[in-house]
């Protein structure tokens, strides 16, 4: 919980990592790779204010105690949400595996959503992985990169023939939330990789479920926008938004909030740290302290408010989840509530 | 050393460094497809120089290991050739460094193998629809630009669907355009459309205007900002280049309060 000007926010943060990147775990013959995306990442906390850059050697890998210390304690997160990422080919135990946040979320089990993963080429297998990960921990959430490689084959598609029997999977196991990650990749080579067609497809095909666009689609957040608005179940997932931008680039910060806000709306937008890349800390208080500016330059974009900035930073999340808000935390009641029958 | 010697060394020298200059005026034509900004203005090109031979040598940088190697590859082969066409360059060694792939690409640029050579089994399509995919952003973000600059000195902004590109205040801003919908095969006379949908290069209706201008706000905002990070990025990765402060940050502020200038100035 942040309070701030009396006002008291509940803040979920929807996009975090518990990853090893330690030497010990790259798998022998891809040091390189493996080294190259930690520096990488690493890199992307060099946007964010000089008082919380960390030594690489921290950043590749952190404890359980400093992660605790710097999302609940320090960070104000009240309920944070994993989105793994496994990356096998390069790190031997994975990089930021379902098993390796799951010893976090059976250890805290109030502070974590632990979310899973599902590749639709694994087929059967892949298919009773992923009822066994909902049996064991109760995901209510996925986190899918479609872009990833495997074997020959270059990346899905979720508009795939075997993506559809993975998401009739998902509506039967009762997960609800399908988070892609449409952002930076670098595979498949010859290909735009952040094209969001096909997200469009599949939330019209299936309308219960959310499909939360992590990285806005960054860099191509237009494409995304013009997708988003048609779509009542796409939401905006702002990690790296806040991270990437509102220190380092405080201007084009302004403007893609004004982007958002003005195809998707203050209902549809997810907050997000992307810890470790980025603490939670300066993040929220540098959002609730932000507002778009009086000049002629954002003349197109409204004004942020405070009910605006609940939603995104926690209530948002929070109904996506089924999260126990305390009453405190929740926006004003609407005076006269319908009586129920 | 005789007097004759040194003189025509000086001449060497000269005509060196005027080959040198050509060199990095031929590398400010090549431009990041994806940002649509210049590669020299951007810092990615991290040496230059032409040998007594002939010779250019040209290093670029990217802002991280793992750019899209498809973008890389298209910065690499367009610098080799507009660094060949130079007169008085006999031979071009471009290099990217510091980069997954930098092999793959330095080699088959090259050795003008063309994308899908330099990387088989890993690429099936040359780059060509990507760049005009990358073109009709440019197109979008230009007709931001020129259209803002045009409401802000008065004009109605349901008028704009009736313009042509002539009755546009002349600039960096619409020369640009017209080059982007130029090499895109778009209408750019002085009678064409002011505002045309880049897929088709049919001049946009009236009714379809204040879409199609959210939609070219929204893709500059897209461009720039995603400019922003990658400069950001190469501050950090080579901290200290082209601004004269250290941090990424304070780079960034420094080329947006550049930016801020020249659009001030139009």
């Not at chain 1, 905006?236 to 084009?252: C, E, I, K, N, S």
């Amino acid at each position: 919980m942040y309070e701030k000007n009396g006002e008291k926010y509940f803040v979920v943060d929807g996009h975090t990592h518990f990853w090893d990147a330690s030497p010990r775990n790259w798998v022998p013959g891809q040091e390189q790779y493996a080294k190259g995306w930690i520096e990488c990442f690493h890199a992307y906390q060099g946007l964010g204010p000089p008082e919380t850059h960390w030594s690489l050697e921290d950043f590749q890998k952190y404890s359980e105690e400093r992660m605790m210390k710097d999302v609940f304690d320090d960070g104000y997160v009240d309920v944070a949400i994993f989105q793994p990422t496994n990356l096998k080919q390069w790190y031997t135990e994975g990089f930021n595996t379902v098993e390796r946040n799951a010893i976090l979320k059976e250890k805290y089990p109030d502070k974590f959503v632990l979310n899973t993963t599902f590749d639709p080429r694994e087929g059967d297998a892949g298919l009773r992985k992923l009822e066994a990960d909902v049996d064991r921990w109760g995901c209510k959430g996925v986190k899918l990169y479609t872009a990833e490689w495997r074997g020959d084959s270059r990346g899905w598609d979720l508009r795939s023939d075997d993506a559809t029997r993975y998401l009739e999977k998902c509506r039967e196991l009762g997960i609800k939330n399908v988070h892609v990650h449409k952002g930076p990749t670098i595979w498949p080579l010859d290909k735009d990789a952040f094209d969001v067609r096909d997200v469009d497809y599949a939330a019209t095909n299936f309308p219960e479920l959310n499909f939360i666009v992590e990285h806005v689609g960054l860099p191509r957040i237009e494409d995304f926008c013009f997708m988003a608005v048609q779509e009542p179940n796409v939401y905006a997932g702002l990690a790296v938004v806040v991270g990437g931008l509102m220190h380092a680039r405080p201007r084009f910060f302004n403007k893609v909030m004004g982007e958002l806000l003005f195809w998707l709306g203050e209902d549809k937008l997810i907050f997000g740290a992307d810890y470790a890349i980025w603490e939670p800390k300066w993040q929220v208080e540098g959002f609730v302290d932000w507002n778009m500016p009086d000049t002629e330059e954002y003349s197109d974009y409204g004004k942020v408010s405070v009910e605006a900035k609940k939603k995104i930073l926690g209530l948002n999340a929070a109904k996506l989840y089924d999260l126990d808000v305390p009453a405190e935390l929740r926006l004003d009641q609407p005076a006269a509530q319908p009586v129920a029958s | 050393m005789t007097m004759t010697a040194a003189r025509s060394a000086g001449a060497f020298t000269d005509q060196a460094a005027g080959v040198a200059a050509a060199v990095w005026s031929a590398l400010a034509t090549v431009r990041d497809p994806e940002l649509d900004d210049p590669l020299t203005e951007l810092g990615f090109v991290s040496h230059h120089e032409v040998t007594a031979e002939g010779e250019a040598v040209v290093r670029l940088r990217l802002p991280t290991y793992f750019c899209a190697p498809n973008f890389a590859y298209l910065m690499v082969a367009d610098s080799y050739d507009a660094v060949s066409a130079v007169p008085g360059v006999t031979k071009a060694d471009v290099r990217l460094e510091d980069h997954f792939a930098a092999d793959a690409i330095n080699t088959g640029v090259a050795a003008r193998a063309g994308f899908v050579e330099s990387f088989r089994g890993e690429a099936a399509a040359e780059l060509d629809e990507l760049r005009a995919d990358f073109l009709r952003k440019a197109v979008l973000a230009g007709t931001d630009r020129v259209c803002r600059a045009l409401v802000a000195s008065g004009v109605d902004q349901s008028r704009l669907a009736h313009l042509t590109l002539a009755d546009a205040p002349e600039g960096p801003d619409l020369w640009r355009l017209i080059d982007r919908r130029h090499e895109l095969g778009l209408p750019c006379r002085d009678s064409d459309a002011l505002i045309v949908d880049p897929a088709t290069g049919e001049a946009v209706q009236p009714d379809a205007l204040r879409m199609h201008l959210g939609l070219a706000r929204a893709t500059r905002v897209s461009q720039e900002a995603n400019s922003g990070v990658c400069r950001g990025m190469l501050a950090v990765r080579y901290p200290g280049i082209g601004t004269h402060s250290s941090t990424a940050n304070e780079a960034a502020t420094d080329a947006e309060r550049e930016r801020d200038q020249r659009t001030n100035q139009h």
